[in-house]
């Protein structure tokens, strides 16, 4: 028996591929199943892919994505195929970044949520970018998201 509030799910348990371009791409929601509680979700992408704008060449980034749910919370498949669909999507780690962020927020308009991009070197200089919309509960625990610098070989 398929839980009525999981009825409009159209990609989990389905054959479901990435869209070609992240503005193509949906994300799917489902109502909170907790929301008498202050509580964070973590999302980890370690293999996240874009490519330049101006060069074509692949850039590489690890994501960390922390919310803590309103109403609703984001559906895992949706999210991995949105993130899959920036494969071919030609902009810079800040707006890729951003543009993540931004659309969590849109979509399940979450008490408060904060991502990190730790880009792998471009140029021979990384690039980490951190956005947060909202204040998170007060007295909410926040992991470090264990990241470290980017370091090289040494």
Not at 2 to 20: I, W
Not at 74 to 89: A, D, M, T
Not at 99 to 115: A, N, S, T, Y
Request: some cysteine; proline content about 8%.
């Amino acid at each position: 028996m398929t839980d009525e509030r999981y009825s409009k799910l159209d990609m989990l348990g389905a054959d479901a591929r990435a869209a070609d371009r992240p503005e193509e791409a949906r994300l799917e929601r489902v109502e909170n199943p907790s929301q008498d509680a202050d509580y964070m979700i973590r999302f980890a992408c370690p293999e996240f892919t874009s490519i330049c704008p101006v060069t074509g060449q692949p850039d590489f980034a690890h994501l960390v994505i922390d919310y803590a749910p309103a109403q609703w919370i984001v559906e895992s498949k949706s999210l991995k195929l949105y993130l899959q669909s920036f494969r071919n999507h030609g902009a810079f780690h800040e707006a890729c970044t951003m543009m993540i962020g931004q659309r969590l927020v849109d979509e399940i308009q979450p008490k408060w949520l904060r991502i990190g991009g730790y880009w792998y070197p471009r140029g021979g200089i990384p690039i980490d970018v951190f956005g947060q919309w909202g204040e998170a509960p007060k007295g909410l625990w926040i992991p470090d998201q264990g990241v470290p610098s980017y370091r090289g070989r040494g």
